[in-house]
Nanobody, 121 residues
Framework: QVQLVESGGGLVQAGGSLRLSCEAS????????MGWFRQAPGKEREFVAA????????YYADSVKGRFTISRDNAKNTVYLLMNSLKPGDTAVYYCAAGHSIALIGSAAYWGQGTQVTVSS
């Protein structure tokens, strides 16, 4: 079992930055690929970014590439999502996920409760 707790969401103006954190507990963190997803009101959940267990591989949705950076600190059991140049369209609840494969992160076994990010224009 893996427990995930996100933090760092909030209200920010367009063009601003936020850093989300997701702290994991309950299992060996480095064994898991980690991902960030988001869901806006009335829309389906969508993939944002993912990182392998070692941190050596990362993947991004085209909509955030060049603006968001995913990273992890295995010593702190934490994955981060640094979001720069935020746009109103980035407004959503952001979830972190832990899975055994970065290729299958969309069907990850473990999910956090989500943190709200609101970008004002």
């Amino acid at each position: 079992q893996v427990q995930l707790v996100e933090s760092g969401g909030g209200l920010v103006q367009a063009g601003g930055s936020l850093r989300l954190s997701c702290e994991a507990s309950g299992s060996t963190f480095s064994n898991y690929a980690m991902g960030w997803f988001r869901q806006a009101p009335g829309k389906e959940r969508e993939f944002v970014a993912a990182i392998s267990g070692s941190g050596g591989s990362t993947y991004y949705a085209d909509s955030v590439k060049g603006r968001f950076t995913i990273s992890r600190d295995n010593a702190k059991n934490t994955v981060y999502l640094l979001m720069n140049s935020l746009k109103p369209g980035d407004t959503a609840v952001y979830y972190c996920a832990a899975g055994h494969s970065i290729a299958l992160i969309g069907s990850a076994a473990y999910w956090g409760q989500g943190t709200q990010v609101t970008v004002s224009s």
